[in-house]
């Protein structure tokens, strides 16, 4: 997990509150926190939890994933697969069991690019290896031709 960047979140809270024509009153009335507390929020002074910036995400129409990931709450990976997961359980042109079976057809497909993607780690570098045995015993042909001129021939 990152560490937090609170400036870095609240130059973006402030960006995105810009963008929605909200003051900050708006915005903290509309997310339910203190006009004080957002502002410290913007200006990097405080660490919102996770629950402030969903309220936050929510009265600026935006995702708290992203926010999560500003804030070092979440990495980028994790917070793609949540947003992939959201839009299917959102999608209210298929029923409930469609969603779990999209759902379990997207786990499945994860699982096995993750394990297709470690044994082509594994086996660089165990090409790797087999280069410098392959490598060695080349090596050592050469010096035993070598120590064979060397001796004088019967």
């Not at 400036?7 to 963008?19: I, K």
């Not at 995400?57 to 917070?79: H, N, P």
């Not at 297709?116 to 165990?126: G, K, N």
């Amino acid at each position: 997990m990152a560490s937090l960047n609170v400036g870095n979140l609240g130059e973006y809270l402030r960006d995105q509150r810009r963008t929605a024509q909200l003051s900050l009153r708006q915005l903290a009335e509309a997310a339910g926190v203190s006009n004080p507390y957002l502002s410290q929020i913007e200006r990097g002074l405080r660490k919102p939890s996770a629950e402030v910036l969903q309220q936050v995400a929510k009265a600026l129409r935006i995702s708290a994933e992203t926010l999560y990931v500003r804030a070092g709450i979440l990495d980028e990976k994790e917070r793609e697969e949540l947003e992939t997961r959201a839009v299917i359980l959102a999608d209210p042109s298929i029923n409930e069991r469609q969603k779990q079976v999209l759902l379990q057809i997207y786990d499945s497909f994860r699982k096995e690019n993750a394990a297709e993607s470690a044994p082509d780690a594994a086996a660089a570098d165990a090409g790797a290896d087999d280069a410098d045995a392959s490598s060695d015993a080349s090596s050592d042909a050469s010096n035993d031709n070598a120590s064979d001129a060397e001796r004088p021939s019967s």
